[in-house]
Structure formats: structure tokens, C-alpha cells
């Protein structure tokens, strides 16, 4: 069973950076597309970025859009966050599943794996 742990959370003033990381233990998360979530309280859970495997893309909703870079190594996918805000504050999340298509098609409940999550708090 593919398992994900999420690290690199923490606190930082705005304007900083942090570097997540999704990791996995039992299978290679390699082939899978992975996605990147989070919740702010009070509010739903958002997708904001993916990186597919077939056909190789990435995705970035416009909130985070030139400010994050999420990438890959083996068995781990990074998230680059770049001149954070206080609006970035949330519990994040990656998610993988097997599919085959563009990861900006693939709706949250198509997602397989999830990790336990990691808090961003950008605050001064």
C-alpha cells in the first residue's frame, strides 16, 4: 500500500519560503500523478497544484501561480513556495493516484493516497 508522509511545514513570516515534501514508503510514487491540496480553516479543501506523469505536466491555480514549483526526485515530490502570504496559511496536502491524463482534469475524489498533512502558517 502506497503510503505519503508530508514534511517542511512550519512558520514563516510573509514574504519567506518553504519547501514541502511528499514522500512516499511501499510502492514508487514515480508513476503517479500527485497533487498538492490545502485547507484553510473555515474553508473547503482546494486543489492549487498537480505534476502528471503521462502525458509530463504540471499544473498551478492562479493563487499560487509563479510563486510555487512543484517538481520531482525518486519516490518524492517537492513543493517550492515562494513569497508566501498570510493567505497561504492552511493544512496542506498531497495525494496520488494512477491515472493516465493531464493532472489538471483529475477532480479531488479521484485521488487514491493521501497523507496525514502538514501546517503553513505565514504570519509576522
Known amino acids: 500500500q502506497l503510503q505519503l508522509v508530508e514534511s517542511g511545514g512550519g512558520l514563516v513570516q510573509p514574504g519567506g519560503s518553504l519547501r514541502l515534501s511528499c514522500a512516499t514508503s511501499g510502492f514508487t510514487l514515480d508513476f503517479s500523478t500527485v497533487g498538492w491540496f490545502r485547507q484553510a480553516p473555515g474553508k473547503e479543501r482546494e486543489g492549487f497544484s498537480c505534476i502528471s506523469t503521462s502525458p509530463v505536466n504540471t499544473y498551478y491555480a492562479d493563487s499560487v501561480k509563479g510563486r510555487f514549483t512543484i517538481s520531482r526526485a525518486p519516490n518524492t515530490v517537492y513543493l517550492q513556495m515562494n513569497s508566501l502570504k498570510p493567505e497561504d496559511t492552511a493544512f496542506y496536502y498531497c495525494?496520488?493516484?494512477?491515472?493516465?491524463?493531464?493532472?489538471?482534469?483529475?477532480?479531488?475524489?479521484?485521488?487514491?493516497?493521501w497523507g496525514q498533512g502538514t501546517q503553513v502558517t505565514v504570519s509576522s
Open positions: 495525494a496520488a493516484v494512477q491515472l493516465f491524463r493531464s493532472c489538471e482534469s483529475i477532480p479531488q475524489y479521484e485521488y487514491r493516497e
